[in-house]
């Protein structure tokens, strides 16, 4: 699993989310992204701005909720089920699309221990091959995208 996030021009690296040993089935836990969010938001966040995450149960963690209350961000609340309106969805396409022009070898590569490596590069690759005017266009579309959501009456937009 990779992790990213992105702030109008701003962005983290795109890091690669090994697994909590503690977990009981070893996945990314709470602690996982508090541990993210600790390291590498305030770099992100601009003052006044929110963060956006999805709604994935280790985001929703209570050691999450306190670290973010910590460090004062603000986070945009949505209903639970909604038209996921997160733009790094769309940054996730980007990637992919440039991952695969970049490295056309791999869309079809075996699944080994060696393909999951030069698809952890080669998506590090497109991630820093993608434009910062991507991720500022990307980012001011959130008031679009909230408006149609609402329009839509909370039905699916094109976003």
Avoid at 65 to 93: C, G, Q, T
Avoid at 99 to 109: F, I, K, N
């Amino acid at each position: 699993m990779l992790w990213a996030a992105f702030g109008y021009n701003r962005r983290t690296g795109l890091i690669p989310l090994d697994g909590d040993p503690l977990a009981p089935r070893g996945g990314v836990t709470s602690w996982v992204i508090r541990n993210l969010y600790e390291a590498f938001l305030p770099d992100i966040i601009v003052e006044g701005g929110e963060f956006m995450h999805d709604g994935a149960g280790p985001h929703r963690g209570l050691i999450v909720k306190e670290i973010l209350r910590e460090m004062n961000i603000r986070v945009m609340s949505w209903p639970p089920y909604s038209p996921d309106l997160n733009p790094i969805e769309n940054l996730w396409a980007l990637i992919k699309a440039e991952l695969y022009r970049l490295h056309p070898e791999l869309e079809h590569a075996p699944d080994t221990n060696a393909t999951l490596d030069a698809l952890v590069q080669g998506a590090q690759e497109a991630w820093h091959a993608i434009d910062n005017g991507i991720l500022y266009r990307l980012a001011t579309t959130m008031d679009n995208r909230v408006q149609s959501v609402i329009e839509a009456k909370g039905w699916y937009t094109k976003y």
